[in-house]
């Protein structure tokens, strides 16, 4: 699977300035942060099935996270604190709605998924096994979706990815091998 839409990396000594001059009592340096991070916010926030809500998810992650500021561990990693945020306002979110948000995650998946297939029938059967393979991603658990979903669409590092679900590395190198094997099988079954 290819991924378009790659993530610019971080600079992490513009990230960490940022966070020295908010904590200093420069809250308009809080702007940098949101411009570094908003856009894989969103995806995550989309991807995670916040759909059309996402900008809300984003905006109350950045306002949850600025608020706990005081509590952010020096030298940590902001983005993957951040994202374990979204998650969890997606999560909250999600509490208290139905699963609408299966259909939004496809729409994503599709458009985060490039194909260059010159061929009209080439083209028609990578759209099945797309469709079979959102198919078979929508149908995983939702702990199994998560660790896919941020390794494999919003190309996080497994680093990244455990601190944005609040797991250990070990557990996303173990939630991938099961998701990937339920993936194999169901689209070997196609």
């Known amino acids: ?39 894989i916010a969103k995806r ?13 998810v984003v905006q109350e992650a950045f306002v949850k996270a600025y608020q706990a500021l005081p509590r952010f561990h020096e030298g940590a990693g902001f983005r993957p604190w951040l994202l374990r945020i979204v998650v969890n306002e997606t999560r909250n979110l999600q509490r208290g709605r139905s699963r609408r948000a299966l259909r939004e995650l496809r729409v994503a998946a599709e ?8 061929d009209p029938a080439d083209a028609a059967v990578s759209r099945d096994r797309l469709d079979g393979l959102i198919d078979a991603v929508e149908g995983l658990p939702d702990d199994l979706r998560d660790v896919v979903t941020c390794r494999y669409l919003l190309e996080l590092s497994e680093a990244e990815t455990a601190g944005t679900l609040d797991i ?13 094997g339920s993936l194999r099988q169901v689209m070997a079954d196609a």
Do not use: F
């Open 168 to 180: 250990p590395a070990g557990t996303v190198k173990s939630r991938l091998h099961r998701a990937l």
């Open 111 to 118: 458009r985060a998924v490039t194909h260059a297939v010159p």
């Open 1 to 39: 699977m290819v991924v378009g839409g790659t993530e610019a990396a971080i600079d992490t000594s513009e990230e960490a300035a940022a966070l020295a001059r908010v904590r200093a009592g420069d809250a308009s340096a809080y702007a940098v942060l949101v411009t570094l991070h908003a856009p």
């Open 44 to 56: 995550l926030a989309v991807l995670s099935g916040a759909g059309s809500d996402a900008d809300d």
